[in-house]
């Protein structure tokens, strides 16, 4: 009965190639986070999204597409992924988009050899 | 300067010790103000969080936030080895905006 998962848990690939992440959350909430985690364990914001609708979009590489196939998912896609894209992605979500209570994912520690 | 500058660590205490965990941050304009616990190899989690200045409680837990200085507090009373954990303070401007986390301060609580 996880809150939020994520899979996979690891992911270990060469430069260049092009991976996804997938997030589901079953607390029936309607906003959703990428987040991601550098070496330096500083945690930023990446995505949101709120029913379905991309609500916040930083300053990424547009190789990062993010995509909410319905409430309840949240994947996302790297193309040509660089050695700097190396840390861990978390996935998050909250009751609205006002909730300062973000619950979050266990993380998927992504590898660039 | 980073929006939001938290020391890093690693703060070591010994159990049954009062721990003091700060933040300083630069925008004015931050009203709601969090701090999130993250264990090891686990995703992050709300401790509390307080809409503007002043004082709010929660058990072993107190978040205070002073405004005029840009200085918040999260203080940890009789610490026990399970709160050994990173600790993010994170806030935002209005509750439509983003949250913006700092880097975390690591403690651990030494039996």
């Known amino acids: 009965d996880t809150a939020v998962s994520q899979t996979p848990k690891y992911l270990v690939t060469q430069m260049g190639n092009d991976k996804s992440i997938k997030c589901e959350q079953n607390l029936g909430h309607d906003t959703m986070y990428w987040y991601k985690q550098d070496s330096k364990k500083f945690l930023k914001i990446m995505f949101s999204y709120n029913n379905k609708e991309l609500i916040i979009n930083e300053t990424v590489p547009n190789r990062f597409s993010p995509k909410s196939p319905d409430k309840a998912h949240l994947n996302l896609h790297i193309n040509s992924l660089e050695l700097g894209d190396s840390a861990v992605y978390f996935c998050?979500?909250?009751?609205?988009?006002?909730?300062?209570?973000?619950?979050f994912g266990p993380g998927t520690r992504l590898t660039v050899l | 300067q980073k929006e939001v500058e938290q020391d890093p660590g690693p703060l070591s205490v010994p159990e049954g010790a009062i721990v003091s965990l700060n933040c300083t941050y630069s925008?004015?304009?931050?009203?709601?103000f969090m701090w999130y616990r993250q264990y090891s190899r686990k995703g992050p989690e709300l401790l509390m969080y307080?809409?503007?200045?002043g004082n709010k409680e929660d058990g072993r837990f107190t978040a205070q936030v002073d405004k005029s200085s840009k200085y918040i507090s999260l203080f940890i009373r009789d610490s026990q080895p399970s709160d050994s954990a990173t600790y993010l303070c994170a806030m935002r401007r209005n509750r439509d905006d983003k949250i913006i986390f700092g880097k975390g301060t690591r403690l651990h609580i030494l039996p």
């Open positions: 925008n004015s304009a931050f009203q709601y």
């Open positions: 307080t809409y503007s200045s």
């Open positions: 998050a979500s909250s009751q609205g988009r006002t909730t300062n209570e973000q619950f």
